[in-house]
Structures are given as structure tokens and as C-alpha cells.
């Protein structure tokens, strides 16, 4: 009995490691655009479908298919952020929230044109496992765990010590003050939104090796999942995200240990309300106003 | 009393205006007289609901500006609501519909109270969650709702010892309805209340600075919208006989999110216009059945580009002065 819960706890761990990439991609995002988007799970789901296409239907090796899907969900993000945000930056903020909204419809629906409704498998990008006494680690759960550490870490050096990274911090401080002290504000918003989404969708092949299966539906509740992971640790805060994001991991798989499997999703709901009516500012956040 | 109001309705309206909506309504009612195809009867039927779903999520995105992009888990509730009083115990549909309006008021209680007192970003994220939790329970709390296997059987509608049957039946109970709503919106965006509404909209710091109580409002706003998605979610068992999980997912949300944006937020009419575009034109193009989707998603994003007010919309968005101070 104990050693079903130790494995679910590694399973938390695992995943909380996901849901930790996607939720500092979704900081990220937030730093630079100052708003929460709707269609973040929707372009997550859009990126590992890409790799997934090189894959199987192009015939290329897997690791190779979905590292190429990284540089082209970064242009893709480009994109996105010229449909979604570009316009709007000095209007209402509401007006990018709609556009999310629609955008992420318009992805979602297209997406299950092209690539079909029902679930995709991906093979386990590195197989194995090793066993101690009755707990199974699989390979890729340790891989996924390495991966997320040094992403993070590479992350911070870059955030810290690159003119660009200075300039998409200095940004999600003060998008004026940014401006006057030389930063190109319209190059670090796309990078900034860029790298968001490259970060999240490295997390959605994670996710996608790990249980072997994505679908285009999956979009909303791993956005859902990631905000939850962010609103968590606090909305500003990066390391708040990558906390976040274990938390929200371990719970769910608890969760699924104590209760049903049915009601995996319904964690994260929950967690963000007690969050909304306990401490709003999540556990590191500044007092932030939306 | 009755004719008190009538009066200070009509001479509210202004004159031209008038002319416009007694024809609207004369067509609207001689309509399942001349049309004798019960499918196209059909889609009248379906296209009502939808004005009224739709209007009712105008009440909220379009009256006081909180986004709501959850609005289908009340239609959900309502639905379900009726089908399971309805199918266990032996009322008078009315009251089914009405009980079932306030269930669905009762949860958007619930949701409102820890979400509105914040910026409206966690609202409207916490009612898309809500969204997706509501069809999750629906699909796991079997005992209740019988699960994937939804509740068929709900019965026919009764009045006065008529059985209420045909498509013409359901387009007049639909009909009536619609007309009660608009008509109650009506007097409420002009009263006290509504300008309370409006004025959340259009600036919540300075109308909370001028004495509004905008969580009071803001609350008061999403029971009375969501009271109307609860019943159209009954009438709605009623109308197909059958309630299943397949038909309250997060697409249909963003269905109602789409014809409110298209037809114009804030506007009685908007909802309307939309409401039936959107319905009427994927049946038309019905070989575009599986692009339906990304129309209305395509629709949005083009709307929002050209003319973010809508087709008929009364506001403009502006960005308001606690949005420029942090940014």
C-alpha cells in the first residue's frame, strides 16, 4: 500500500515537472503581455501535434520530429502574437482576452480537422525502467524531471545574464520605464510570448511521451492547468510557477490515489479556488491587481 | 398595473424603433403558421433557445462587463436539473423550469461569491473551469445523473390537460420565454439596477467611488443571467426529451460567447441578430458542418479586429484608468 502511494507520488513529481515548464511559459507570457491568455493550452497541444506530424507522417526519427517542432512553434508564436496582441496593446485589455478566446476556438477546432478528434499515441521517447524493491521508475519519468531542471536553470541564466532576458524582465516591471532605458519593446513582447510557448510545448511532449497519448480536446484543461500552476505560486513569480506547478502535480496524482481517476481534473479547479478565496496573490506573489 | 407599464415601455422605445419590433414580433408568430416543414420548424425552435442563451449571456459580458466564458455549465445545470425533477417527481413543467432557473442562479452564487470580489480575469478563467468540472461531475456522480448514459424519458410538457408535443408547441413555449426575458431585461437595464450594471462596465473604481455596490450588483447580475441560461437548459430537456453530457461541452460556451460578440455587446438586439446568424447559417451551409467551429472562432477574432463593439453594439472599449496605472 505504501509502495502505490510512493509511486504516486513520483508520478506527482513527474508531472508536477510538466505542468512546472508550462506554467513558467505561462508566466512568461504574462510578464511580457500583462495579461492572462486563453488559448495557451490550445497552442501547446497545436506544437506537440506538429512534432507528432514530422513523426508519423513525415517518417522522421522522433526525438529529431519534436525538437523541430520547437523552433516552429516559436515563429508560430510570432504569429500568434501579431493575430492576437499586436493590435490591441494600448486598447482595452479585454479585447486581447477575446481574441485568445476566439483564436484558441479557431485552433482547436482546426487542429481536429487536420489531425483527427480522437487520440494520437506517442511512443515513449526513451524506454526502460528501473525497479527498487516494489517501486517502478520508468526512464522517462527521471528524464522528464532532469529535462524541466535544466530548462529552468537555463532559463534563469538567460533571464538574468542576456541583454534579451534583462530586457523581457525590465519589461514585465515596467513596460514604459523599459522603454526609455532602451529596450526594444516590440522585439522582447514577441520573444518574450516566443519563448512562453516554445516552454510550454517542450512541456506538452513531456506530457504527451509520459502518457503516450494527445488529442486536440486537451487543449482548455492543460491551459486551465497551467493558470492554476501560476495563480498558485504567484502570478508574477517564476520560481512561484515552478512550485506551483510540483504542487499541483502531486495533488492531482494523490488525488486520483485517494479518490477516483474520474475526478484528476477537477483538482485543479478546486485548488484554484481555495487560492481565489484564501491568498489571491498566490503563495509568492506581490500584490498584484488584475 | 399592466398597462401602467406597457405605456412607460412604449413611450421609452423611440417611435421608429417601435414599428420595427411589432413587425419582428408579428412575423415571429404567424411564422409555424405558413411554414409547414417540420425540420426548418426545427431550426426555428433551436434558433430562439439559442437568442435566449445567448441574451442571457449578454446580461453579464454585454451589462457589466465580466467575462463569463463558462455560461454553458448553467445551461448544463438547468438541463439536468429539469430532467432529474421531471423524470422522478410529478410537477407542472412551469415550475420544473422555474426551480431549474434557480439551481442554476444558485450555483453562479456559489462561483460568484469567491471570484467577483477580484479583477475579472480570475472570473472568467474560474467559469471556464467551472465549465469543465460541471461535465466532469455530470459524467462521474452516476447515481445522479446516470453518467455517459445521460437521462432519457424526460416527459412531454402539460398544460391544461393539452399535451405540449409538436415543434409548433415548443416554438411558442420557446417563443413566450424569449419575449418574457426581453422583456424583463428591458426593464431592468432601465431602472437603477441596470445603470448599476452599466456603470461596473464601464468603470468599476469610479462607480464604486460614486456609492455603487458593485459586488452586490455584480452578484445580482450573474443570478439573473445565469437564471435564464437555467432555463433555457430546461426547456431545452423538455424540447429534445433527453439529456446527455455530449451536449454541454466547453464548444457550445464559446458558441454563446461568439453570438453575443458578433450580434454586439450591450445591446438587447445584438444577441438577437447573433444569436440567429449563428444558428441559421451553419444549417444553410450544413456540407460546412465540421468547419462550424472555426467559423465561430474565425468570427470572433474578425469582429473583434474590425468592429469590437459588434454588428449592433451599444459600447465602445476603452482601456480604463486602473488598467494604464500598472502597466
Given amino acids: ?290 | 398595473m399592466a398597462a401602467n407599464i406597457f405605456e412607460k415601455i412604449i413611450t421609452n422605445i423611440n417611435k421608429n424603433k417601435l414599428k420595427y419590433i411589432f413587425l419582428l414580433i408579428i412575423v415571429l408568430l404567424i411564422l409555424p403558421f405558413v411554414v409547414e416543414n417540420q425540420y426548418v420548424l426545427h431550426i426555428a425552435v433551436l434558433t430562439l433557445m439559442y437568442v435566449l442563451l445567448s441574451s442571457s449571456l449578454n446580461v453579464i459580458v454585454g451589462y457589466t462587463g465580466q467575462y463569463n466564458i463558462g455560461h454553458v455549465a448553467f445551461y448544463a445545470i438547468g438541463a439536468y436539473t429539469a430532467a432529474i425533477i421531471s423524470t422522478r417527481f410529478n410537477l407542472n413543467f412551469i415550475i420544473v423550469i422555474l426551480i431549474s432557473g434557480f439551481v442554476a442562479s444558485l450555483f453562479s452564487l456559489m462561483l460568484g461569491i469567491p471570484t467577483l470580489r477580484l479583477r475579472g480575469i480570475f472570473f472568467a478563467f474560474t467559469t471556464l473551469g467551472f465549465a469543465e468540472i460541471t461535465r466532469l461531475t455530470i459524467l462521474n456522480w452516476r447515481s445522479l445523473t446516470r453518467g455517459p448514459f445521460g437521462i432519457p424519458g424526460v416527459p412531454i410538457p402539460q398544460i391544461f390537460g393539452m399535451r405540449l408535443s409538436t415543434n409548433t408547441h415548443f416554438y411558442f413555449m420557446i417563443f413566450i420565454l424569449l419575449f418574457l426575458m426581453l422583456l424583463m431585461t428591458y426593464r431592468i437595464i432601465n431602472s437603477r439596477v441596470g445603470r448599476a450594471w452599466i456603470s461596473i462596465r464601464e468603470d468599476e473604481q469610479a462607480s464604486a467611488s460614486m456609492g455603487v455596490d458593485t459586488f452586490k450588483y455584480k452578484i445580482m447580475n450573474l443570478m439573473y443571467g445565469t437564471f435564464w441560461a437555467g432555463v433555457g437548459g430546461a426547456f431545452f430537456a423538455y424540447f429534445a426529451g433527453y439529456v446527455s453530457a455530449d451536449s454541454f461541452i466547453l464548444d457550445e460556451s464559446f458558441r454563446f460567447f461568439a453570438m453575443v460578440l458578433v450580434g454586439g455587446t450591450g445591446t438587447l438586439a445584438g444577441p438577437i441578430l447573433g444569436g440567429a446568424v449563428l444558428t441559421i447559417l451553419p444549417q444553410v451551409f450544413r456540407s460546412f458542418a465540421r468547419y462550424q467551429m472555426i467559423i465561430y472562432g474565425v468570427a470572433i477574432l474578425l469582429i473583434i479586429h474590425y468592429k469590437p463593439e459588434g454588428l449592433l453594439g451599444g459600447r465602445t472599449f476603452k482601456r480604463d484608468l486602473s488598467e494604464s496605472e500598472d502597466n
Avoid: W
Wanted: aromatic share 14%.
Fill in chain 1, 1 to 290: 500500500m505504501f509502495g502505490f502511494y510512493l509511486s504516486q507520488l513520483f508520478n506527482g513529481i513527474t508531472q508536477g515537472s510538466i505542468y512546472a515548464l508550462m506554467a513558467i511559459g505561462y508566466s512568461l507570457i504574462f510578464g511580457t503581455l500583462g495579461l492572462v491568455t486563453f488559448a495557451y493550452g490550445d497552442i501547446v497541444i497545436f506544437g506537440v501535434f506538429v512534432g507528432y506530424y514530422f513523426y508519423a507522417v513525415l517518417g522522421l526519427n522522433l526525438i529529431l520530429a519534436m525538437l523541430l517542432a520547437l523552433p516552429i512553434t516559436f515563429l508560430f508564436g510570432v504569429l500568434v502574437e501579431k493575430i492576437c496582441y499586436e493590435k490591441f496593446r494600448k486598447e482595452a485589455r479585454m479585447l486581447m482576452l477575446i481574441t485568445t478566446v476566439g483564436f484558441g476556438i479557431f485552433l482547436r477546432s482546426a487542429s481536429q480537422i487536420i489531425f483527427g478528434t480522437g487520440n494520437k499515441s506517442i511512443p515513449t521517447l526513451i524506454e526502460g525502467k528501473i525497479e527498487i524493491g516494489n517501486l517502478n521508475i520508468l526512464y522517462i519519468q527521471l528524464g522528464i524531471i532532469i529535462f524541466t531542471l535544466i530548462f529552468i536553470y537555463a532559463l534563469r541564466y538567460f533571464l538574468n545574464n542576456t541583454r534579451t532576458g534583462i530586457g523581457i524582465r525590465a519589461l514585465s516591471m515596467d513596460q514604459d520605464a523599459a522603454k526609455l532605458v532602451g529596450v526594444n519593446v516590440d522585439k522582447s513582447i514577441k520573444f518574450g510570448h516566443s519563448l512562453g510557448v516554445v516552454l510550454g510545448v517542450f512541456g506538452g511532449i513531456m506530457l504527451g511521451s509520459f502518457y503516450n497519448a494527445i488529442s486536440p480536446m486537451m487543449g482548455p484543461n492543460l491551459g486551465l492547468k497551467a493558470f492554476t500552476a501560476v495563480v498558485l505560486g504567484g502570478i508574477t513569480s517564476i520560481p512561484g510557477a515552478v512550485i506551483g506547478g510540483y504542487i499541483l502535480g502531486i495533488m492531482e496524482n494523490l488525488a486520483v490515489a485517494v479518490f477516483s481517476s474520474g475526478y484528476r481534473d477537477v483538482v485543479a479547479f478546486i485548488i484554484l479556488i481555495i487560492v481565489l478565496v484564501v491568498k489571491p496573490s498566490g503563495l509568492f506573489g506581490k500584490e498584484v491587481k488584475f
